[in-house]
């Protein structure tokens, strides 16, 4: 079975960076697609970024283009959400997902989608 576990969040001042991790234990991550998703308080969920691991596509959704870059690991079992000019409005819950085997990002940018597997979130606190 696959199980996520995602880190890295923290309370980061308006204009600066982090990277939050998302681990994978499980067989076969090169055939998963991986994707973040991020709840603030009182707002639906919204996806960020995916990456396609079979071949290291990635997609954004418009708030996270220019800003965020999304990148695995296949060594390390890894996928990392790489956050710069961090912004107020990026406060929020974030979460791994993944779909797969032979996982592609299509599903994870269609509203209310549900990934095969979820991780634990991690909170993003971007002070202004």
């Known amino acids: 079975d696959v199980q996520l576990q995602a880190s890295g969040g923290g309370l980061v001042r308006a204009g600066g960076s982090l990277r939050l991790s998302c681990a994978f234990s499980?067989?076969?991550?090169?055939?998963?697609?991986i994707g973040w998703f991020r709840q603030a308080p009182g707002k639906a969920r919204e996806w960020v970024s995916c990456?396609?691991?079979?071949?290291?596509?990635?997609w954004h959704a418009d708030s996270a283009k220019g800003r965020f870059t999304i990148t695995s690991d296949n060594e390390a079992l890894t996928t990392y959400l790489k956050m710069n000019n961090l912004k107020s409005e990026d406060t929020a819950v974030y979460y791994c997902?993944?779909?797969?085997?032979?996982?592609?990002?299509?599903?994870?940018?269609?509203?209310?989608?549900?990934?095969?597997?979820w991780g634990q979130g991690t909170l993003v606190t971007v002070s202004s």
């Open positions: 997902a993944a779909d797969g085997p032979y996982g592609t990002c299509g599903g994870f940018r269609r509203e209310g989608y549900e990934p095969d597997y």
């Open positions: 499980g067989s076969r991550f090169p055939d998963y697609a």
């Open positions: 990456i396609r691991n079979s071949d290291g596509r990635t």
